[in-house]
């Protein structure tokens, strides 16, 4: 049974940084597709990042160059550093596996505000 378990995220003021940490189980880790979404207040899931398994990244164009995705398969965990952090960043993030079992963590929330 795949299991994705996140943990960071936070509270932070406009322009700070956080970032978040997805752990996961039950899978070839190394050989995953992984990925970050986020869900506003009233609005879709979005896609946020993802890395592949050769760790070729790539990001929405609301994150870009602020944002960073890593993962260490020594770990099977993937991280998200977010940096210049904007009011518009503000949901609950999740990260998957993009894989034939497209499981989703639990989702943290994020809280940027003065």
């Known amino acids: 049974q795949v299991q994705l378990v996140e943990s960071g995220g936070g509270s932070v003021q406009p322009g700070g940084s956080l970032s978040l940490s997805c752990a996961a189980s039950?899978?070839?880790?190394?050989?995953?597709?992984m990925g970050w979404f986020r869900q506003a207040p009233g609005k879709q899931r979005e896609w946020v990042a993802s890395?592949?398994?050769?760790?070729?990244?790539a990001y929405a164009d609301s994150v870009k160059g602020r944002f960073t995705i890593s993962r260490d398969n020594s770990k099977n965990t993937i991280y998200l550093r977010m940096r210049n952090l904007k009011p518009d960043d503000t949901a609950v993030y999740y990260c998957?596996?993009?894989?034939?079992?497209?499981?989703w963590g639990q989702g943290r929330q994020i809280t940027v505000s003065s």
């Open positions: 998957r596996v993009f894989g034939p079992s497209g499981a």
């Open positions: 039950g899978l070839a880790f190394s050989s995953e597709d």
């Open positions: 890395i592949s398994r050769i760790n070729i990244d």
